[in-house]
């Protein structure tokens, strides 16, 4: 069985839990268990900057997490690029991790969910989460980057503005919390 078969099997197994589990624990005089949360990621853009943290970038500071897809012509090496305004500000100041996902895909969302989790930690780093299928929130910086191959795709950058380590496919919130920790260190 490939991966793939694995994963659907999972889907499936993980909506009869969902779906058939609360019919099965009901019980007289018991207390009921607590909701499960949702990690699911909205699979459309939201109309308002407002709404939803997944169109455009998102970065974490002390504020509320507002996404902008403003973004600023630039030269480098000669020629000229589009960037995020988020990631201008904050290369050469703090370490940036930019996540390039699609919405409704499973390893996409569990990373998705992985980043988000883990920007709490860091609050001195910039989290930038771009929805792939939104190039016009991202601008050149996924060719900055060096190119987005297969998503997710995770890039962590220096403080300085170098990249310093890409992922492309999924990758375990344990092992992002460890880069986290040494991108600190550049």
Do not use: H
């Amino acid at each position: 069985m490939n991966k793939a078969s694995c994963r659907i099997l999972l889907v499936i197994a993980g909506t009869a839990l969902v779906l058939v589990g609360p019919m099965v624990a009901c019980g007289g005089g018991e207390e009921q268990a607590p909701p499960i949360p949702s990690t699911t990621v909205p699979s459309t853009a939201a109309t308002t900057a407002t709404t939803s943290i997944f169109q455009g970038a998102v970065t974490t500071t002390t504020q509320p997490l507002l996404p902008t897809s403003t973004l600023i012509s630039e030269t480098i090496n000669g020629v000229t690029v589009e960037l995020p305004t988020d990631f201008v500000e904050a290369r050469g100041q703090r370490p940036i991790v930019v996540l390039f996902y699609v919405p409704g895909e499973v390893d996409d969302e569990e990373v998705v969910e992985a980043v988000r989790e883990l920007r709490t930690t860091y609050p001195t780093y910039a989290f930038l989460i771009y929805d792939y299928k939104m190039p016009d929130a991202y601008g050149d910086l996924a060719d900055w980057i060096g190119g987005v191959g297969y998503q997710p795709f995770v890039a962590l950058v220096d403080r300085t503005g170098t990249p310093r380590r890409v992922w492309s496919g999924f990758v375990d919130k344990g092992t992002l919390n460890q880069t986290l920790i040494d991108l600190g260190r550049y």
